[in-house]
């Protein structure tokens, strides 16, 4: 019984709301454990990635310095190919010219593609209309004449003058005359001609050894298909 109206203090009220219990400590250590090794595994294959990454570009780059060394100086390669046949040829210090037919250097980094060269000719490959061009670099004694001649074997292996140029200087001196006194002047031959397989084309000059030889680009030859 309660006298005065007031609880005793050691009586508990059953009917009161027990407080809720605390989280268990034991759930909280899983989920941190759980979130730390996920961590630690993407942390893994993103360091792994960037190794895989690194060890296939220092192979690249060590494949291609190999190539680069291994690759000849005279060789030239070109990235995109010609769409048709072209040939340019210059003069070189491998180059021995004939009396009247010129020769064209093998080291000199020729252009050559689908067309060939042999002993001064340059060979066709395919028939078509092909534009052809010849520049000399000469000295200038009494007459030098410059000519682009093609062979073919249609017509009974005729040599037939495709283009030609005639340079007449008078005598500035004796017969005695040295090339530095004799004037220097180019000749340059071009033009459009239809061509067959296997004709050939030549550079015919009057005397080779007007022929100036400072340097390979100053005399050329060659023939592209439009």
């Keep these: 019984h309660v006298k005065g109206g007031l609880m ?13 219990l ?28 960037i190794v895989i990454e690194a060890c296939f570009i220092y192979r690249l780059y060590q494949s291609e310095a190999v190539s680069e060394v291994t690759t000849p100086t005279k060789t030239t390669v070109h990235d995109v190919l010609p769409s048709k046949p072209v040939a340019h040829l210059t003069d070189g210090q491998d180059v021995v010219h004939g009396k009247h037919i010129l020769s064209w250097s093998r080291i000199a980094d020729p252009l050559l593609y689908e067309m ?21 670099f000469y000295l200038e004694k009494d007459s030098f004449y410059h000519y682009v001649m093609r062979h073919t074997e249609r017509m009974a292996g005729a040599n037939i003058t495709l283009l030609q140029a005639r340079k007449y200087s008078p005598r500035l001196c004796s017969t005695k005359c040295n090339s530095h006194a004799a004037k220097r002047s180019n000749s340059y031959l071009a ?24 340097k390979s680009m100053e ?8």
Excluded: W
């Design 8 to 20: 005793p203090p050691y009586l508990v009220d059953t009917q009161a709301t027990m407080p809720p």
């Design 219 to 226: 005399n050329f030859f060659g023939a592209f298909m439009i």
């Design 116 to 136: 060939s060269y042999r002993e001064g000719n340059l060979i066709i490959h395919q028939e078509g209309y092909y534009y052809i061009y010849s520049k000399v």
């Design 191 to 214: 033009g459009v001609f239809h061509l067959l397989q296997n004709d050939s084309l030549y550079v015919n000059v009057s005397d080779s050894s007007h022929v100036l030889r400072h």
């Design 22 to 49: 605390p989280p268990r400590m034991k759930q909280r250590g899983q989920q941190s454990n759980f979130g730390q090794t996920l961590l630690f595994v993407l942390m893994s294959l993103a360091l792994s990635c």
